[in-house]
């Protein structure tokens, strides 16, 4: 028997709450989804997905790599539609900066209040330091000390934002892997909606639901963890 040769599997939004919906046994086979059952499925999953997404342990598909140019003299830069960089990170985890093309540099993160505690923030300089401020609909991205010139770049890892659902046909913003969880904590989030608490269905997603965000986690952690590397120290000679 010939297999697939294909990994590009994908449900849609409603596939999804339809199947967290025959989990709890409320959703036949070829029923379709009232109107409202829709929307407050669409809902409820975006609002799961945002929850999500604020959990450091969750989302390693969500790193994603950016860079721009620093401008002489100037320690602020806007993230938002028009802004220096366009899209607005969730989180900016990591910034390395180079200067005239060298090596890359990983500044150090400051906390809000060590930023604003700083004395003279237009001191000029190698830019060591950053503080991401992060709002509603906009970021700012602050350096400090300022470019002491325009030759400056920097790189840097960050955490984007999971894209809403919008419509039934949509797919979700998650790897294929993630909708088995997706299914089971969507259902999770349902039960009182459909008064299906205490029921026999209702505790096996609970279990369910656990167990496989249990596991994701346990997957993006050990994605994230990092190696060492011995090497030999090139100045310990041995002479024979």
Same mark, same amino acid.
């Given at each position: 028997?010939?297999?697939?040769?294909?990994?590009?599997?994908?449900?849609?939004?409603?596939?999804?709450?339809?199947?967290?919906?025959?989990?709890?046994?409320?959703?036949?086979?070829?029923?379709?989804?009232?109107?409202?059952?829709?929307?407050?499925?669409?809902?409820?999953?975006?609002?799961?997905?945002?929850?999500?997404?604020?959990? =450091?342990? +969750?989302?390693?598909?969500?790193?994603? @790599?950016?860079?721009?140019?620093?401008?002489? /003299?100037?320690?602020?830069?806007?993230?938002? *539609?028009?802004?220096?960089? *366009?899209?607005?990170?969730?989180?900016?985890?990591?910034?390395?900066? #180079?200067?005239? #093309?060298?090596?890359?540099?990983?500044?150090?993160?400051?906390?809000?209040?060590?930023?604003? %505690?700083? =004395?003279?923030?237009?001191? @000029?300089?190698?830019?060591?330091?950053?503080?991401?401020?992060?709002?509603?609909?906009?970021? *700012?991205?602050?350096?400090?000390?300022?470019?002491?010139?325009?030759?400056?770049?920097?790189?840097?890892?960050?955490? %984007?934002?999971?894209?809403?659902?919008?419509?039934?046909?949509?797919?979700?913003?998650? =790897?294929?892997?993630?909708?088995?969880?997706?299914?089971?904590?969507?259902?999770?989030?349902?039960?009182?909606?459909?008064?299906?608490?205490?029921?026999?269905?209702?505790?096996?997603?609970?279990?369910?639901?656990?167990?496989?965000?249990?596991? +994701?986690?346990?997957?993006?952690?050990?994605?994230?963890?990092? /190696?060492?590397?011995?090497?030999?120290?090139?100045?310990?000679?041995?002479? #024979?």
């Amino acid at each position: 028997m010939a297999v697939s040769n294909s990994t590009d599997f994908k449900s849609t939004a409603v596939e999804i709450i339809k199947d967290a919906r025959r989990l709890l046994g409320i959703h036949a086979e070829e029923e379709e989804l009232e109107n409202h059952e829709l929307e407050t499925g669409k809902r409820l999953l975006t609002m799961m997905l945002k929850d999500w997404e604020a959990d =450091p342990a +969750l989302g390693t598909w969500l790193l994603t @790599e950016g860079a721009m140019s620093l401008v002489n /003299s100037d320690g602020a830069y806007t993230f938002q *539609t028009g802004g220096d960089f *366009t899209t607005v990170p969730f989180e900016i985890t990591q910034i390395r900066i #180079s200067h005239d #093309s060298g090596n890359e540099i990983e500044l150090t993160h400051m906390a809000r209040q060590d930023y604003y %505690r700083l =004395p003279n923030k237009t001191t @000029e300089g190698f830019p060591t330091q950053y503080f991401y401020d992060r709002q509603r609909d906009g970021g *700012t991205l602050y350096v400090w000390p300022e470019p002491d010139d325009g030759n400056y770049d920097v790189s840097f890892t960050y955490r %984007r934002r999971i894209m809403d659902v919008d419509s039934g046909v949509d797919n979700l913003d998650i =790897p294929p892997e993630w909708e088995w969880a997706v299914i089971n904590n969507l259902a999770v989030l349902l039960i009182p909606v459909t008064a299906r608490g205490g029921t026999p269905e209702a505790a096996q997603v609970i279990t369910q639901a656990d167990v496989s965000l249990s596991k +994701l986690k346990a997957f993006d952690a050990a994605n994230d963890e990092g /190696s060492m590397i011995v090497a030999r120290d090139p100045y310990d000679y041995r002479r #024979s």
